[in-house]
């Protein structure tokens, strides 16, 4: 019932659209991490390649290999450096990158990935809490997730998950 509130969350969510340039955005109470698990949980399923780049990939794969296991939705898990994505030639259902590694100053440039993902037929998600707000081209992802620091310049503790397509896992909450 705080119509003022109601104000701002349309605006901020406005504003996060336009700058994942998905169509829908989650918000809620939470980290990065929590956003990636939440997304993985709802959207990934299938054949799924990670890009690997250090740090930051390093917790998608955690996350991915736990959801495999818990919740089965997700076939096989392969793994790539960064270094190799040209290399690529079979069909996955997903990819998972993290285009920005700040634990080794790496940019990867998500035009690159998205060439990966046509190359491949596959969807993008990516984990964008080091790019997002400072990087361009998130809007060639199929989901997204972030939360409010780094390149928001936000306080710590919104996540939030930006996506073209509805959810396609049946999740029990």
């Known amino acids: 019932g705080d119509n003022e509130y109601l104000k701002i969350e349309k605006f ?3 504003k996060l659209k336009k700058i994942s340039g998905q169509k829908y955005v989650a918000a809620f109470q939470g980290s990065g991490s929590l956003a990636i698990e939440i997304a993985i949980q709802n959207f990934i399923s299938g054949k799924v390649l990670l890009v690997e780049t250090g740090y930051y990939s390093d917790r998608v794969k955690f996350i991915l290999n736990f ?4 919740f089965k939705k997700i076939k096989k898990i392969e793994t ?7 290399q690529v030639k ?7 990158a993290c285009p920005v590694e700040t634990s ?7 035009i690159e990935l998205n060439k990966l993902k046509k190359k491949t037929n596959s969807k993008l998600m990516l984990d964008a809490t080091g790019s997002i707000g400072i990087e361009n081209n998130h809007k060639l992802s ?14 710590t503790g919104a996540s939030f998950i930006s996506y073209k397509g509805k959810p396609s896992n049946k999740v029990n909450s």
């Open 12 to 14: 901020v969510i406005n």
């Open 67 to 70: 959801l495999k296991k818990e």
């Open 80 to 86: 790539i450096s960064w270094t190799k994505i040209n």
């Open 90 to 96: 079979k069909r996955f259902n997903w990819i998972c």
């Open 104 to 110: 080794i100053g790496l940019k990867l440039p998500i």
């Open 142 to 155: 199929d989901l997204c997730t972030f939360s409010s620091c780094k390149g928001l310049f936000g306080l």
